[in-house]
């Protein structure tokens, strides 16, 4: 006797379907928050960079001998920068501020630490120093708004001068709002 048999059919049932798009949908709500602080981690590395930038032009200014109108031996200190990036950079095309800003080509101290961003950046750097000889110190950050909701990411460097040895030191960097 021949059977005849059911046709199989060959597929998913909706219920299969729907727990693997429940799946993916829970899997896609843990990823993509993960991701996007994993970029903004990444993008943390050029604000250090630029502190590092402007940490070695400020030593390399104070250690080196300047020299008044007249040929006097000005006392040691770190360069003082009169202007700064004025915009956030997020406000800009591409939410980065541009490159080779006229302010570091401009400034006398930014030019004195041989300081210029050649890229696109997303961190501003703002610079201050005040005092001569061991009293000296300077401060520079960091600061960017990565998605724009003014809220900063910001990291400082304080850099003095040890009284005994007459060398630059620095803390470690201090964050805040790190991945904003």
């Not at 996007?36 to 981690?41: L, T």
């Not at 850099?159 to 005994?164: F, R, Y």
Request: glycine share 6%; charged share 20%; with cysteine.
């Amino acid at each position: 006797m021949i059977r005849k048999g059911r046709k199989q059919n060959a597929g998913f049932t909706l219920v299969e379907l729907m727990i693997v798009v429940a799946i993916i949908g829970i899997l896609a709500a843990v990823a993509i928050p993960a991701f996007s602080r994993y970029i903004k981690k990444s993008r943390t590395a050029e604000a250090s960079q630029t502190l590092n930038k402007i940490w070695t032009g400020a030593v390399s200014y104070y250690e080196a001998d300047h020299n008044d109108a007249t040929g006097t031996i000005l006392p040691k200190q770190f360069p003082t920068v009169a202007a700064s990036e004025a915009a956030k950079c997020c406000t800009q095309a591409g939410m980065k501020c541009p490159a080779n800003s006229a302010v570091y080509d401009t400034d006398a101290g930014w030019q004195a630490m041989n300081f210029n961003l050649a890229e696109a950046h997303y961190y501003r750097p703002l610079y201050s120093s005040a005092g001569v000889s061991t009293a000296s110190n300077f401060t520079a950050e960091a600061e960017g708004d990565l998605d724009c909701d003014n809220t900063l990411a910001q990291f400082r460097r304080i850099g003095q001068i040890n009284a005994t040895t007459g060398d630059a030191y620095s803390f470690n960097t201090v964050l805040g709002n790190e991945i904003e």
